[in-house]
T-cell receptor, first 115, second 117 residues
Framework: DTAVSQTPKYLVTQMGNDKSIKCEQN?????MYWYKQDSKKFLKIMFS???????INETVPNRFSPKSPDKAHLNLHINSLELGDSAVYFC??????????????FGPGTRLTVT | AQSVTQLDSHVSVSEGTPVLLRCNYS??????LFWYVQHPNKGLQLLLK??????LVKGINGFEAEFKKSETSFHLTKPSAHMSDAAEYFC???????????????FGQGTRLTINP
């Protein structure tokens, strides 16, 4: 299947721990993203990488560090987890349409619960 | 700055009746507009997109949306609701890219669609 995949699907951990979420896309896209969906279902972009280069970095705590080993992978590492980090994290990738416009495809999400 | 307002947080319709989910946007430039659907505990699926071609856009599962620049609206409609349409729907705007290689999407707050038997 051609898609954006994320692991794990669910992640339950305690405050203060460090955890990673992995994302892979086999769509051949050059750009990948991380989004956070809060408890009210609001989605906000966190980061974007284009060909392993960070190009969007929203106001996100330094505890969040994305890493892109190649253009098909974008992992999210979170240090010193806090209760407020509990959310669903979505990975996405995009390709360019005509006229400099883009279309994004999303992964299934990772539900992170910090206790 | 671009923004999106979904005018209803919750819409409830009966099966077989029309669906209307309302969305207004604000954008300084020629926007791209999208509707995404999220079924319970699932990821986001692209329903349809407007990227400056035809103003009436047809998507998957019988949904369509009309871009009205004068009203800055991009409402989502479907003639006849099906039980499987019950989900959260997001209206999304993106400006013409100013960031090389990437696209910054701005999401609306979401509209929860409930279908009554």
């Amino acid at each position: 299947d051609t898609a954006v995949s994320q692991t794990p699907k669910y992640l339950v951990t305690q405050m203060g721990n460090d955890k990673s979420i992995k994302c892979e896309q086999n769509l051949g896209h050059d750009t990948m993203y991380w989004y956070k969906q809060d408890s009210k279902k609001f989605l906000k972009i966190m980061f974007s990488y284009n060909n392993k280069e960070l190009i969007i970095n929203e106001t996100v705590p330094n505890r969040f560090s994305p890493k892109s080993p190649d253009k098909a992978h974008l992992n999210l590492h979170i240090n010193s987890l806090e209760l407020g980090d509990s959310a669903v994290y979505f990975c996405a990738s995009s390709h360019e349409l005509a006229g400099g416009r883009y279309e994004q495809y999303f992964g299934p999400g990772t539900r992170l619960t910090v206790t | 700055a671009q923004s999106v307002t979904q005018l209803d947080s919750h819409v409830s319709v009966s099966e077989g009746t029309p669906v209307l989910l309302r969305c207004n946007y604000s954008s300084s430039y020629s926007p791209s507009l999208f509707w995404y659907v999220q079924h319970p505990n699932k990821g986001l699926q692209l329903l349809l997109k407007y990227t400056s071609a035809a103003t009436l856009v047809k998507g998957i599962n019988g949904f369509e949306a009309e871009f009205k620049k004068s009203e800055t609206s991009f409402h989502l409609t479907k003639p006849s609701a099906h039980m499987s349409d019950a989900a959260e729907y997001f209206c999304v705007v993106s400006e013409r890219q100013r960031i090389q290689g990437a696209q910054k999407l701005v999401f609306g707050q979401g509209t929860r669609l409930t279908i009554n038997p």
